[in-house]
């Protein structure tokens, strides 16, 4: 066998393998219905522990040092979102977020808590993106890494919804489209 025919086998071969892949996907996708991402507890559940949202160090705006309970006294409704720039999903959902926050801002408090771990993503370049995005939603910076570990943060973005009472409502891995970010926030307004 020739080498040209080798390599035309091996072709044939692959798109063979790629027409299964997708006809597969295809088929599974049609069958398969995603949950919602943002699963909210239905009243009443019993099942669901109430769990205080935890404490910890981030720095403002402004490189001030501050702990997470300070921004949120007061008895308001908390979103929490953890981001970072070079995260896709994070800057799709942000012009979103922003619209909810210019809306419903006075309702509940809005904490986007970017991970600057001064390595991947650092403080200058959350402050540049935030800026050249003209988002006004009150930003924070985790660079102890300190709110992370305590909401065991492994994936970008993650949003967190907190009660006016301090308690962990709901929590979501992934974008957030603002249709789902309204609802949340009507589910944790009293």
């Known amino acids: 066998m020739t ?11 692959l798109a063979l393998l790629i027409v299964v892949a ?12 995603l949950a919602d991402p943002l699963a909210l507890p ?9 769990q205080r949202a935890p404490d910890f160090a981030l720095i403002d705006w ?16 908390v979103v929490l979102n953890f981001w970072a720039s070079w995260c896709p999903a994070c800057r799709n959902e942000k012009p979103g ?4 926050y210019r809306d419903r801002g006075e309702e509940v408090k809005f904490v986007m ?26 930003v924070y910076f985790d660079t102890l890494q300190e709110g992370a570990r305590a909401h065991g943060i492994r994936f970008l973005p993650t949003t967190v919804f907190i009660d006016g009472d301090g308690y962990i409502v709901a929590d979501t891995q992934g974008m957030v489209n603002e249709e789902a ?8 307004l009293p």
Do not use: C, W
Not at 42 to 50: C, K, N, P
Not at 97 to 100: A, I, L, N, P, Q
């Open 62 to 77: 402004d490189g001030n040092s501050l702990r997470f309970s300070d921004i949120v006294a007061g008895g308001k409704p």
């Open 181 to 188: 970010l309204r609802r949340a926030i009507d589910f944790i």
């Open 113 to 138: 808590l970017g991970l600057a771990d001064g390595v991947r993503e650092t403080v200058e370049t959350g402050r540049r993106y935030i800026e050249e995005g003209g988002f006004t939603m009150p």
């Open 97 to 100: 977020f922003e619209r909810v």
């Open 3 to 13: 080498q040209k025919l080798k390599t035309l086998l091996g072709i044939a071969g």
């Open 22 to 33: 997708v006809i597969a996907y295809n088929t599974l996708a049609d069958r398969v219905s």
């Open 42 to 50: 239905e009243e009443g559940d019993a099942h669901t522990q109430r």
